[in-house]
């Protein structure tokens, strides 16, 4: 595995030799910068795992350089080391998206317990989220980030994409992860029935209601509440869970007894909500209070790179408790799984390899297991502005020279060059090591001018 890479920034010489010794002893790739300015040109040219950096330094701040850094890339992990006066900006970075800070004098054992806490944990979600996509690599990073506070958390994404699985995650990498996890599909309880489930009732509060019962809420006192299909929830209920996420307190249906709940709410959709607020079908007061921190889950045919790894994950976990070995699939079987569309994304591809599996008469999945829609759809060639000559191309020699010409009309600039590109500034970073791409030296004559 390779070694993790940190980049420690602070203005004062004693305090970066510290850091770097300390963290270099336990393996890590350490390198240091003397100021946000310095620290932010050495993010655009080589990607870090985590940045450690003063709060307080002469120029670029710590929360100036945090906000750059956020910028160039949303998924950087950072940590900020402050002095005892200034743990109100600390407390008002991790608001902006720090991980954690360290308040000075700290010891050798609480900064190296803090760095390997934020590293071990993005290792973990590696278990629990399989993917090889840069895509799903800022997704990662980004539960880590808002897996330490109790703020609100929005998954935006289509059907199918995992957002159950990342709430999940968030809860698993929360200081509640021993607490409960209760999770309610908004749009498959009849609406009636919608805020009973949610807030409970007393015994008598309706017909049927023979009983008093409690609501989600309360089940999950201390823990998380995933309230999946945010969007279907009616006007009126949407008004009640405001007051219940603000307050922080509920109403049992019948009951007039307001309950305290210590509940952490995650939320996802598949609709717009923006757009239903434009039109009145969604509350802006609400979509702001569950909008505190959001996670955008792209859909699996933008992230193709992920393809591959849960083919082979999902026929282990489907063959597991079977008496069948199954060793993979035939080449034609693959490329068709390859280059399907799975509009129905990551729960339509697990359907799919389950489905195949009982189907299969021998130790590889064959073209005529997979469903009917993964065998007949048709990709259409492309008329676009590149030719294939009849002798081929080397593909890889093709994006090699599209990504240098994009850095040198840019003077090596990643952010600019992977605009230029259409791909991210993680996807380029990740081409640019493939291909061993670095801004070449310059000459004694060219530094003098």
């Keep these: 595995m390779a070694r993790k890479s940190i980049l420690v920034v602070d203005d004062e010489r004693a305090q970066r030799e510290i850091l770097e010794m300390i963290l270099s002893s336990e393996g890590y790739d350490v390198t240091t910068a003397s100021s946000g300015e310095a ?227 995650v939320a996802a959709t598949n609709r717009d909500l923006r757009a239903m607020v434009q039109d009145g079908r969604f509350r802006d007061d609400l979509y702001y209070r569950i909008n505190v921190l959001s996670i955008d889950v792209p859909p699996l045919r933008e992230r193709r790179e992920d393809i591959p790894v849960l083919i082979d994950y999902f026929l282990r976990k489907h063959t597991r408790n079977t008496s069948r070995l199954i060793r993979g699939l035939t080449p034609e079987a693959r490329r068709l799984m390859l280059d399907y569309s799975w509009p129905g994304n990551v729960r339509q591809l697990e359907s799919a390899i389950e489905r195949a599996i009982l189907l299969s008469e021998g130790d590889q999945i064959t073209v005529e297991d997979l469903p009917l829609e993964v065998r007949q759809e048709t990709r259409p060639a492309s008329e676009g502005i590149f030719k294939l000559p009849p002798e081929g191309i080397s593909f890889e020699d093709v994006e090699r020279d599209l990504i240098l010409q994009a850095m040198e009309r840019t003077d090596y600039n990643i952010t600019k060059a992977a605009k230029l590109l259409g791909i991210t500034f993680r996807t380029l970073q990740y081409r640019l090591e493939k291909f061993g791409i670095k801004r070449p030296e310059r000459r004694p004559s060219e530094r003098e001018s």
């Design 39 to 265: 620290a932010l040109k050495l993010a655009k040219e080589k990607r870090f795992d985590l940045v450690l950096t003063d709060l307080k330094m002469t120029g670029m701040d710590g929360i100036e350089l945090l906000q750059r850094l956020l910028t160039l890339d949303s998924s950087i992990i950072v940590i900020l080391l402050t002095a005892h006066g200034s743990i109100e900006s600390a407390k008002e970075a991790l608001r902006r998206g720090a991980y954690d800070y360290l308040e000075k004098p700290y010891d050798r054992d609480q900064l190296l317990d803090t760095t390997r806490r934020a590293l071990e944990r993005l290792d973990m979600l590696d278990t629990e989220i399989i993917s090889a996509s840069p895509a799903m690599e800022t997704v990662k990073k980004m539960i880590l980030k808002v897996a330490g506070s109790s703020s609100t958390v929005l998954i935006r994404g289509e059907s199918g994409t995992g957002k159950e699985l990342i709430a999940r995650a968030i809860h698993n990498m929360s200081p509640r992860a021993d607490q409960p996890f209760v999770s309610v599909n908004c749009a498959a309880i009849n609406e009636n029935l919608l805020e009973s489930e949610l807030f409970g009732h007393e015994k008598g509060a309706f017909t049927g209601a023979h009983a008093e019962k409690k609501g989600l809420f309360e089940v999950a006192n201390h823990g998380t509440l995933f309230l999946d299909e945010i969007g279907e929830l009616d006007i009126g209920l949407q008004a009640k869970l405001l007051r219940a996420l603000q307050e922080r307190e509920i109403r049992r249906v019948g009951g007039t007894r307001p309950i305290k709940v210590d509940v952490r709410v």
